[in-house]
């Protein structure tokens, strides 16, 4: 079996298994050099956190293992579309190759897809179902918050 069919068949395994343990049927694979750095599940229904998506998962403890941020050269394989959250985290993550299984069309019938916030995203900030503001607060007496990081790092 190729190295992706095998990446891409875990990752339906950890969704098929999460589904038995009463979660949702998403799974993720983390793979750098050809190895699987992590693995995650969607915890969302266990943790009541939105964010615990199986993806977001994964770059968390492939993250935490390397001790660094970026895990550039990363490839993820996810049994489900992964929605912008998810896309976004592994863009800053510096993650380049994605694959899915199964598509937003595919989760459709089941409530199981992303479209429509892909949808909303797409359109200008003042058109989507968020409010946008800038509140550009600068509290009296103190630093710019963005001239105090500069002056930490630089000791």
């Known amino acids: 079996m190729p190295d992706a069919d095998r990446f891409m068949t875990q990752a339906i395994a950890l969704a ?3 589904v038995r343990k009463g979660g949702r049927p998403f799974g993720a694979v983390l793979v750098l050099d050809g190895e699987v750095l992590a693995t995650g599940v969607n915890g969302v229904m ?6 615990a998506h199986a993806e977001l998962v994964a770059v968390r403890a ?6 660094s941020a970026t895990l550039k050269g990363a490839s993820v394989y996810a049994s489900g579309h992964p929605c912008p959250m998810c896309l976004a985290a592994m863009r800053l993550a510096g993650i380049t190759d994605i694959f899915y299984a199964y598509s937003n069309e595919d989760g459709a019938p089941y409530g199981l897809t992303s479209a429509p916030l892909y949808a909303d995203l797409r ?3 003042a058109d989507q179902q968020m409010t946008f503001s800038y509140l550009p607060v ?6 710019d918050i963005y001239d105090f990081w500069r002056e930490m790092q630089q000791g």
Do not use: L, S, V
């Open 16 to 18: 098929r298994d999460n």
């Open 46 to 51: 266990e943790t009541h956190d939105p964010t």
């Open 62 to 67: 492939a993250a935490m293992k390397r001790g």
């Open 123 to 125: 359109k200008p900030f």
């Open 138 to 143: 600068r509290p009296e007496g103190e630093a």
